[in-house]
């Protein structure tokens, strides 16, 4: 496929933000253990994972990673880039595309592209906060999952907790969002000693219409799947990330969202680094 470049910030569709947002929070630096009695029920292992990472979002360390990502962002092109964490934002530099290293020219755009960024880190800062404002309303949506879903069948798998989870009829969506999260099911895999979130993936079963199928229609079948490990304690980040949501939009206009990203090589960064720092650290 013909993708062209895009710029590297991204705008969410509206019918899918519930999903992004998920994976947006998910991919926030988490710190957290706890020690919890044993033998508990599905819904009591959930409320406490959940209030685990609701006080390790708290945690700000920074780090340096490798990123492999394909996505509406990157045009559809497989991008390998060099991601450094800052207060301001991530500071991403493209080192290939497609399993290929960048042409002279394209290296050149690169730099110069982060040299704007260096000249004036409050307008970085501004753009960056989009995201951080869609992680917020991620984390938001994260907190329903305990309102909106019911949890059974806890059984062992590879050293985690597997635990289902379905929509609770009971609960009364209040928005949009809500709705597409609600219509999912799927499974979680909770790290038994801290009670530390390893993997979430839902799907679909069945269409989700929303006013009445004239505003859109998410097809049966689309899914998303956030996988986390730890980096050593206490830190954990996100390793993969899968989305693919396929619809139709007003007006019966087809969409669809899909991204495949697998982050590696992380290191730790000062906690304060500078986003000239973190330029010169991504440049290297």
Same mark, same amino acid.
């Given at each position: 496929?013909?993708?062209?470049?895009?710029?590297?910030?991204?705008?969410?569709?509206?019918?899918?933000?519930?999903?992004?947002?998920?994976?947006?929070?998910?991919?926030?630096?988490?710190?957290?253990?706890?020690?919890?009695?044993?033998?508990?029920?599905?819904?009591?292992?959930?409320?406490?994972?959940?209030?685990?990472?609701?006080?390790?979002?708290?945690?700000?360390?920074?780090?340096?990673?490798?990123?492999?990502?394909?996505?509406?962002?990157?045009?559809?092109?497989?991008?390998?880039?060099?991601?450094?964490?800052?207060?301001?934002?991530?500071?991403?530099?493209?080192?290939?595309?497609?399993?290929?290293?960048?042409? @002279?020219?394209? %290296?050149?755009?690169?730099? +110069?592209? &982060? *040299?704007? =960024?260096? $000249?004036?880190?409050?307008?970085?800062?501004? #753009?960056?906060?989009?995201?951080?404002?869609?992680?917020?309303?991620?984390?938001?949506?994260?907190?329903?999952?305990?309102?909106?879903?019911?949890?059974?069948?806890?059984?062992?798998?590879?050293?985690?907790?597997?635990?289902?989870?379905?929509?609770?009829?009971?609960?009364?969506?209040?928005?949009?969002?809500?709705?597409?999260?609600?219509?999912?099911?799927?499974?979680?895999?909770?790290?038994?000693?801290?009670?530390?979130?390893?993997?979430?993936?839902?799907?679909? @079963?069945?269409? %989700?219409?929303?006013?009445? +199928?004239? &505003? *859109?229609? =998410?097809? $049966?079948?689309?899914?998303?799947?956030?996988? #986390?490990?730890?980096?050593?304690?206490?830190?954990?980040?996100?390793?993969?990330?899968?989305?693919?949501?396929?619809?139709?939009?007003?007006?019966?206009?087809?969409?669809?969202?899909?991204?495949?990203?697998?982050?590696?090589?992380?290191?730790?960064?000062?906690?304060?680094?500078?986003?000239?720092?973190?330029?010169?650290?991504?440049?290297?």
């Amino acid at each position: 496929m013909g993708f062209p470049r895009k710029k590297h910030a991204t705008t969410a569709h509206p019918n899918t933000i519930a999903i992004a947002a998920i994976a947006l929070f998910l991919a926030s630096p988490l710190v957290f253990a706890a020690s919890v009695p044993s033998p508990l029920s599905a819904k009591d292992i959930v409320a406490q994972m959940m209030a685990n990472e609701g006080v390790a979002i708290l945690h700000k360390d920074r780090y340096e990673y490798l990123s492999n990502e394909r996505s509406e962002r990157t045009g559809g092109h497989l991008w390998t880039e060099k991601v450094v964490e800052t207060d301001a934002g991530k500071i991403r530099f493209l080192l290939g595309e497609d399993g290929q290293p960048l042409s @002279p020219d394209r %290296v050149a755009a690169e730099r +110069g592209r &982060l *040299a704007v =960024i260096v $000249a004036d880190p409050a307008a970085f800062q501004k #753009r960056e906060k989009v995201l951080s404002n869609d992680e917020a309303h991620g984390r938001q949506i994260f907190a329903l999952l305990a309102q909106a879903f019911l949890f059974s069948d806890v059984r062992q798998e590879g050293g985690y907790l597997r635990i289902d989870f379905r929509p609770d009829p009971a609960y009364q969506a209040q928005s949009i969002e809500e709705r597409v999260l609600h219509g999912m099911s799927g499974t979680i895999l909770v790290e038994p000693q801290s009670l530390r979130l390893h993997r979430i993936e839902g799907r679909l @079963p069945q269409d %989700v219409s929303l006013g009445f +199928g004239l &505003l *859109a229609t =998410i097809r $049966a079948g689309s899914s998303f799947s956030t996988t #986390r490990n730890p980096l050593g304690e206490p830190d954990w980040k996100t390793t993969t990330l899968d989305t693919d949501i396929v619809g139709k939009a007003i007006f019966f206009k087809s969409f669809a969202k899909k991204q495949h990203a697998e982050r590696t090589a992380f290191n730790r960064v000062a906690n304060e680094i500078s986003v000239a720092e973190a330029v010169e650290l991504a440049e290297r």
